[in-house]
């Protein structure tokens, strides 16, 4: 069962392309109004624009998430406009995939800035409203990269770790004020994640052993996400490890 999304105000991050674009895209068709954001306005524009086509309400707010001010900015924006802020989608990430001795530590920078400190100032910004209100549910994607760690990954996976370290002490402090939190954990899924790994070697084994199964699309973990926000009040699913029926580890 999934409780219909009307009235419901949703910001999903990352919404530019893969989980984001379909979890906007699927929240929009359960009834949500969707405020997409990234980076890339043609993009966003391109997707609110199929979605009001569909049926449903969606706006676009181009943004840098690792610019703190321009988090705040968009969760200020979305209050304003209509009064609330009722689903968080922390869903904007980048994997920098690289041995730890030649890393960079610039795009480890990056990583932490977009996967954790982003996710981190999104949610302060929008729980005052949350618990004031008594409603409100944050969904954070990590990866199984944040359940396990694997040579190659140590710096994503420190950032996905610490997705699920902030979420559980996120739900301990805010469970008793009615907000929910729900972590989600894919495997592989075919998005434009892994074309920006500039480690070439680890980039053609990751891409060798994506081929070698069915991936995951993004519309299975929107749909698994739509799942998680459309229980009853009462229901706080608080983590979803889903990977493709083909990948092992
Ligand atoms: P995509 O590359 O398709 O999506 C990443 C999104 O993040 C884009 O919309 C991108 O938009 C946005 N983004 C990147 N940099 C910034 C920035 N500085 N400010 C704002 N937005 C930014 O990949 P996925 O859909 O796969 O990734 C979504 C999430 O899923 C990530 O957190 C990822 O770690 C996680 N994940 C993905 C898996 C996979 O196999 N694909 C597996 C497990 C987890 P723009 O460039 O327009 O800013």
Redesign the pocket.
């Known amino acids: 069962m999934i409780l219909p999304f009307k009235d419901r105000i949703a910001l999903v991050?990352?919404?530019?392309?893969?989980?984001?674009?379909a979890t906007a895209r699927e929240l929009a068709r359960l009834g949500a109004t969707v405020v997409a954001?990234?980076?890339?306005r043609d993009?966003l524009e391109e997707l609110t624009a199929q979605i009001a086509a569909a049926g449903g309400n969606a706006r676009a707010r181009a943004?840098?998430?690792?610019v703190e001010s321009e988090v705040r900015d968009v969760v200020a924006s979305v209050e304003a406009e209509f009064g609330r802020l009722d689903v968080l989608v922390n869903?904007?990430?980048?994997?920098y995939l690289e041995p730890i001795e030649t890393a960079s530590m610039t795009r480890w920078r990056q990583m932490f800035e977009?996967?954790v400190l982003?996710m981190m100032t999104a949610t302060q910004a929008a729980l005052p409203g949350m618990r004031a209100r008594r409603d409100g549910h944050i969904v954070n994607?990590?990866?199984?990269?944040g359940r396990m760690s694997n040579p190659g990954s140590g710096g994503y996976s420190a950032t996905?770790f610490g997705v699920g370290a902030f979420s559980e002490a996120l739900r301990r402090e805010v469970h008793k004020d009615n907000v929910r939190v729900s972590v989600i954990?894919?495997?592989?899924?075919a998005?434009?994640?892994?074309e920006?790994i500039a480690h070439e070697e680890t980039q053609k084994t990751l891409n060798a052993w994506a081929s070698s199964m069915r991936q995951l699309q993004?519309e299975d973990v929107a749909r698994i996400i739509a799942f998680c926000v459309g229980q009853p009040a009462h229901v706080n699913i608080n983590e979803v490890l889903v990977r493709p029926t083909d990948q092992e580890r």
């Not at 869903?91 to 994997?95: D, P, S």
């Not at 994607?141 to 990269?145: I, P």
């Not at 954990?185 to 899924?189: D, F």
């Open positions: 991050t990352g919404a530019s392309s893969g989980i984001g674009a954001t990234a980076r890339r993009r943004a840098d998430f690792t869903n904007a990430g980048v994997m977009l996967n982003a994607v990590s990866s199984t990269a996905k954990e894919p495997g592989i899924v998005t434009e994640l892994r920006h993004s």
